[in-house]
């Protein structure tokens, strides 16, 4: 099938309130514009030179993702022109997202990503970390972010009971957040799920997934 039809048929698979970003890491720019002529205007990419290169390429009405691990010294390449990050997992990396967007004189909306998998991961914030962040006076003195919720990755494995619980983990901690409001953070996003178990994830209460290869085919 055609990336239009793969695209369609995911489409028809989500509930209106869920947002779809379509994963196009190391895809042709030719691909994005397959997709983005049947619609599609979220497009997730994992490495800010790549998602920089495209963004210069394609039509300007696209939200650009950043879906993958960000490197300090990388954000002042996508600070013009970010729609959303999704794996914020420090108060350092928060600190850097909010000097670059204050140069380019905008509010930079981002995820905290809360690590929910049982196996051995570099990112993510615990529990306690997360509430030690939101909490500390130099993340509320941050003006040029917002926060809208949290992100998080189930473990790689094909036992759905594990994933459906690691995604309820986290629907917990977005529930319990949800109340929590400041000027620059708002929990309204739940940023879980990809082609494997994103159909879980909303059953456990996602508002975004990110699919890539059920759209695209394999990399």
């Known amino acids: ?25 190391t895809k042709p720019v030719a691909d994005l514009l397959e997709a983005y002529n049947a619609g599609q205007r979220i497009f997730g990419e994992n490495k800010i030179q790549e998602m920089t290169e495209k963004w210069e390429q394609m039509p300007k009405d696209i939200q650009w993702h950043m879906i993958g691990h960000v490197q300090t010294n990388k954000v002042k390449y996508m600070a013009p022109y970010v729609s959303l990050i999704h794996g914020v997992d420090s108060l350092k990396l928060l600190v850097e997202i909010n000097r670059n967007a204050k140069k ?26 997360l509430l030690q962040l939101i909490h500390s006076d130099e993340f509320k003195s941050l003006e040029n972010i917002k926060i809208i919720g949290l992100m998080g990755m189930a473990s790689f494995t094909e036992d759905n009971a594990v994933i459906r619980k690691e995604f309820q983990s986290l629907k917990d901690i ?46």
């Open 1 to 25: 099938m055609s990336i239009a039809e793969n695209l369609q048929n995911i489409k028809n698979t989500l509930p209106e309130h869920v947002h779809l970003v379509a994963v196009s890491k």
């Open 104 to 129: 380019w004189r905008r509010v930079i909306p981002c995820l905290l990503q809360v690590y929910i998998a049982t196996e051995e991961s570099k990112f993510g914030l615990a529990h306690d970390e």
């Open 174 to 219: 977005f529930d319990y957040l949800q109340p929590y409001q400041l000027p620059n953070c708002h929990f309204q996003q739940l940023s879980m799920g990809m082609s494997g178990d994103y159909k879980i994830a909303i059953e456990c209460g996602s508002t975004i997934v990110r699919i890539g290869s059920s759209i695209f085919g394999g990399r």
